[in-house]
């Protein structure tokens, strides 16, 4: 079944460690995004990318970095974990332009915890 | 750029009935998307519901439908025979015309469905 993946789903972690979470995507999608989300907040746009090997930072300045080498894969990196960085990271994807309704697929997101 | 606004943090219904999100959202492009999505408690978000600007018909989708109003920025959200698994917070987004599918999120309604 065509779906949108994240792990591990919940982090609890040290400062200053180096940290990975995992995207991936069976929809077929070319678009991917990731969010950061605090508690009962709204969603910020972090990273996107558009393709193989096309990466942006989005509206929300973050230190983490994201790569894009697989059309399925989108896993984001923080280098040095702080507990400024304690969110939930969403994941999503878009099929592609030119199709009306192109919306936005999510995956059940991350939540960091960083001590 | 875009804001999203929802001026209301929580709402609550009686099962059943029927409850009315508020969204309003300004922004200078003509051409753009308007979505509601729904985040069940610790569950992946989805889309409830999609509006074209260009078209001046409300979107339905079951028991939920939208009162869209261009000239106002208007984009409300109606739930109609409100149930138990309804109770989720409601986020409002804009997305601009093709070319550019980064979302802005408004705040997020909280609803409780009160048995």
């Known amino acids: 079944e065509a779906d949108i993946y994240q792990t591990p789903r919940y982090l609890v972690i040290g400062t200053g460690k180096k940290i990975t979470l995992e995207c991936s995507q069976t929809?077929?999608?070319?678009?991917m995004y990731w969010y950061q989300q605090d508690p009962g907040m709204e969603l910020h746009l972090i990273h996107y990318s558009y393709g193989v090997n096309s990466t942006e930072k989005g509206d929300l300045s973050s230190e983490s970095t994201v790569s894009r080498i697989r059309t399925e894969h989108f896993p984001l990196t923080l280098e040095s974990a702080r507990p400024s960085h304690t969110s939930q990271y969403l994941c999503?994807?878009?099929?592609?332009?030119?199709?009306?309704?192109?919306?936005?697929?999510f995956g059940p997101g991350t939540r960091l915890t960083v001590l | 750029a875009q804001t999203v606004t929802q001026s209301q943090p929580e709402m609550s219904v009686q099962e059943a009935e029927t409850v009315t999100l508020s969204c309003t959202y300004d922004?200078?492009?003509?051409?753009?998307?308007l979505f509601w999505y729904k985040q069940p408690p610790s569950r992946q978000m989805i889309l409830v519901i999609r509006?074209?600007?260009?078209?001046?018909q409300n979107a339905t989708e079951n028991r939920f439908s939208v009162n869209f109003q261009k000239a106002a920025k208007s984009f409300s959200l109606k739930i109609s025979d409100s149930q138990l698994g309804d109770a989720a917070m409601y986020f409002c987004?804009?997305?601009?015309?093709?070319?550019?599918?980064?979302?802005?999120f408004g705040t997020g309604t909280r609803l409780t469905i009160i048995p």
């Open positions: 922004t200078s492009e003509s051409d753009y998307y």
């Open positions: 987004a804009f997305r601009p015309g093709f070319g550019n599918e980064k979302l802005t």
């Open positions: 509006q074209e600007a260009y078209k001046q």
């Open positions: 999503a994807s878009s099929s592609p332009s030119g199709r009306p309704y192109n919306e936005q697929f």
């Open positions: 929809m077929g999608h070319d678009k």
